[in-house]
T-cell receptor, first 118, second 112 residues
Framework: GAVVSQHPSRVICKSGTSVKIECRSLDFQATTMFWYRQFPKQSLMLMATSNEGSKATYEQGVEKDKFLINHASLTLSTLTVTSAHPEDSSFYIC?????WGRGTDTQYFGPGTRLTVL | DAKTTQPPSMDCAEGRAANLPCNHSTISGNEYVYWYRQIHSQGPQYIIHGLKNNETNEMASLIITEDRKSSTLILPHATLRDTAVYYCIVRASQGGSEKLVFGKGTKLTVNP
């Protein structure tokens, strides 16, 4: 149980184009999804938190107009990198969590998406 | 900033127990200790978490000191596939939507 998938696993695009990454919770409903970014040899950095049906909350320094997040259902969140540039090249990872008002909650991570912008 | 301190790297022989320490001296009463690991070029994998009692599952054991200021993750019989970066994270777990703050973790290398 607690499987999170991401698509695509790898994408190469030209500078100036937009790229959409999907994150799905396959066997549970995710009340909250998180998007992280990881540069080479660095740790994961949280970009934003999204709750189903509401606007995402972005971390300081993350441009919300550049990284569009949609969490339209309890099993799907998307991250769109708009007008991508080479400095946006990174490993993007999502996580999903369910919390129904009892017990502890655990985040489960997707396998990540490697974005390369030429 | 991460609220935990871990050694940057450790080595372990295959088949032996790997004991990974973590200091979290400023942990609050409502914060849990979570452990994740990340194998190269993959998303983090959840291992275990606990509040104050020791915990065990099919992957590992978590030993938390009585004062809760430190903990140890134990992989009882390390294999080559356990080579990864291990992250110890403290996080409040009430009300949902609490973010995980990743530090630099411990790079565990299991040697044959």
């Amino acid at each position: 149980g607690a499987v999170v998938s991401q698509h695509p696993s790898r994408v190469i695009c030209k500078s100036g184009t937009s790229v959409k990454i999907e994150c799905r919770s396959l066997d549970f409903q995710a009340t909250t999804m998180f998007w992280y970014r990881q540069f080479p040899k660095q740790s994961l950095m949280l970009m934003a938190t999204s709750n189903e049906g509401s606007k995402a909350t972005y971390e300081q320094g993350v441009e919300k107009d550049k990284f569009l997040i949609n969490h339209a259902s309890l099993t799907l969140s998307t991250l769109t990198v708009t007008s991508a540039h080479p400095e946006d090249s990174s490993f993007y990872i999502c996580s999903a969590e369910s919390w129904w008002g009892r017990g502890t909650d655990t985040q489960y991570f997707g396998p990540g998406t490697r974005l390369t912008v030429l | 900033d991460a609220k935990t301190t871990q050694p940057p790297s450790m080595d372990c022989a295959e088949g032996r127990a790997a004991n990974l320490p973590c200091n979290h001296s400023t942990i609050s009463g409502n914060e849990y200790v979570y452990w994740y690991r990340q194998i190269h070029s993959q998303g983090p994998q959840y291992i275990i978490h606990g509040l104050k009692n020791n915990e065990t599952n099919e992957m590992a054991s978590l030993i938390i000191t009585e004062d809760r200021k430190s903990s140890t993750l134990i992989l009882p019989h390390a294999t080559l596939r356990d080579t990864a970066v291990y992250y110890c994270i403290v996080r409040a777990s009430q009300g949902g939507s609490e973010k995980l703050v990743f530090g630099k973790g411990t790079k565990l290398t299991v040697n044959p």
